[in-house]
């Protein structure tokens, strides 16, 4: 399977804590991907880390690759209400598409 | 600068019926794939298409058929329409390998009854 399977299914936290996602995936990849999904709209990018880096930062999210357990973490810091969605992980290999999981459901309590 | 655009936003169909889904890519963007997404899960990969041609596909039944024309916009049809085929379908551009990943429209809500 080329797809990511994101865990936990659910995250429930209050507003300022720190939420973090893991992604595990099966083959290998040129890239992973992160995505946010609003409920019943499109996805967003979020941020996009190469199989030869490590961690990568945009403004409150932090991103892990590590290539030799085929895994992945989103860490997104000082929650708010507003990042409530559903948050997706996508490897992509050479092919240049995209498979996703069943994706993180993230709640942010205000 | 539009970014990927969807049409229609929410349709009916009655099963047995066929559907068009329109979608134009964001400019710049040469590269259009289809996902399904049904209720509580993530998107489903449809196919892929790339220069007017269906570059990947994914496992659904010869049903699912689609169109990539000169300007890079794509169509997605459905023919025999079940009930199982209700679910939002999303439409997402690319251009090569983009460190800035795919951009999904809004998708198009499709309910068959």
């Known amino acids: 399977s080329q797809q990511g399977e994101e865990d936990p299914q659910a995250l429930s936290i209050q507003e300022g804590e720190n939420a973090t996602m893991n992604c595990s995936y099966k083959t290998s990849i040129n890239n992973l991907q992160w995505y946010r999904q609003n409920s019943g709209r499109g996805l967003v990018h979020l941020i996009l880390i190469r199989s030869n880096e490590r961690e990568k930062h945009s403004g409150r999210l932090r991103v892990t690759l590590d290539t030799s357990k085929k895994s992945s973490s989103l860490l997104i810091t000082a929650s708010r209400a507003a990042d409530t969605a559903s948050y997706f992980c996508a490897p992509q290999t050479g092919a240049n598409n995209l498979f996703f999981g069943t994706g993180t459901r993230l709640t942010v309590i205000p | 600068d539009a970014g990927v655009t969807q049409s229609p936003t929410h349709l009916i169909k009655t099963r047995g019926q066929q559907v068009t889904l329109r979608c134009s890519p964001k400019?710049?963007?040469?590269?259009v794939s289809w996902y399904q997404q049904a209720l509580g899960q993530g998107p489903q990969f449809i196919f892929q298409y790339y220069e007017e041609e269906e570059r990947q596909r994914g496992n659904f039944p010869d049903r699912f058929s689609g169109h990539q024309f000169p300007n890079y916009s794509s169509e997605l049809n459905v023919n025999a329409l079940l009930l199982g085929d209700s679910a939002l379908y999303l439409c997402?551009?690319?251009?090569?390998?983009?460190?800035?990943?795919?951009?999904f429209g809004s998708g198009t809500r499709l309910t068959v009854v």
């Open positions: 997402a551009s690319s251009h090569g390998t983009s460190v800035y990943g795919y951009t």
């Open positions: 400019s710049g963007h040469d590269t």
